[in-house]
């Protein structure tokens, strides 16, 4: 006869679902390191072959390096953020997650709770995640109004040396045409440096807004799972 086997009950993430969210987790990192890799080797070569200089030049009013500390500030976070959600995935990976953990305390949360209470924490949930993700993106907007001031303030730059009474006389004619292409450097430089940090920034941004998205889904159905049991 054969022996009776005794079943266990595991309340683990299955292997396989467990490899998955190592793999993702991992890939998520790596895409964040090329994504800022790569840019960050297009801007060297730029600088390399002097394409930045002019734009380097023109920045008097430190509008450029207002920009990149925005910019900067950004993309701290953005790391910041990414370190976090690496956390919660490893937590998320594990049979038994850590209840200082934001994934630990869910689940803990949720296997008292009815079917309404669940879906107002996951509600919840949501709405902090959305609140981390939105000061990055309020920063990426940040950039683009600065630039717009760049902007603005080149064209006044650009007008304020014209002298239409002036034009006549030869003297005075390279003067304002100096003025006038300073003021149209700055407003175009500030325009385009604005334009490229928010790309820049906006991409991260997205990459973390998936990675977000994708452990609110695996968290819930996990949290659904173990409240069934």
Same mark, same amino acid.
């Given at each position: 006869m054969a022996s009776a086997s005794t079943h266990v009950l595991d309340l683990s993430v299955p292997r396989d679902e467990a490899s998955s969210e190592e793999q993702y987790r991992w890939l998520l990192?790596? !895409?964040?390191?090329? %994504?800022?890799?790569?840019?960050?080797? @297009? +801007?060297?070569?730029?600088?390399?072959?002097?394409? #930045?200089?002019?734009? @380097?030049?023109?920045?008097?009013? /430190? %509008? =450029?390096?207002?920009? =990149? *500390? +925005?910019? #900067? &500030?950004?993309?701290?976070? *953005?790391? /910041?953020? %990414?370190?976090?959600?690496?956390?919660?995935?490893?937590?998320?990976? @594990?049979? /038994?997650?850590?209840?200082?953990?934001? &994934?630990? /305390?869910?689940?803990?949360?949720? !296997?008292?709770?009815?079917p309404n209470s669940r879906s107002m924490l996951v509600d919840g949930l949501k709405m902090k995640f959305g609140t981390r993700l939105g000061s990055i993106r309020h920063l990426a907007s940040t950039i683009v109004l600065v630039g717009l001031v760049g902007t603005v303030i080149g064209f006044i730059i650009a007008l304020s040396g014209v002298d239409a009474t002036a034009a006549t006389e030869p003297s005075a004619i390279a003067p304002m045409i100096s003025t006038l292409l300073l003021g149209m450097a700055i407003a175009l430089y500030k325009t385009l440096v604005g334009s490229v940090l928010n790309i820049w920034l906006m991409f991260n941004y997205r990459l973390l807004e998936s990675g977000s998205v994708h452990l609110v889904t695996r968290l819930v159905e996990r949290g659904e799972a173990d409240a069934r049991l």
């Open positions: 990192m790596l !895409r964040f390191a090329l %994504l800022n890799l790569t840019a960050l080797a @297009i +801007v060297l070569g730029a600088w390399a072959q002097g394409w #930045l200089d002019g734009m @380097i030049a023109s920045d008097k009013y /430190h %509008l =450029v390096k207002l920009n =990149v *500390c +925005v910019f #900067l &500030v950004g993309m701290v976070m *953005c790391a /910041h953020r %990414l370190s976090g959600l690496s956390r919660e995935l490893n937590e998320l990976s @594990i049979a /038994h997650p850590d209840g200082s953990s934001r &994934v630990g /305390h869910y689940l803990r949360m949720v !296997r008292d709770l009815g």
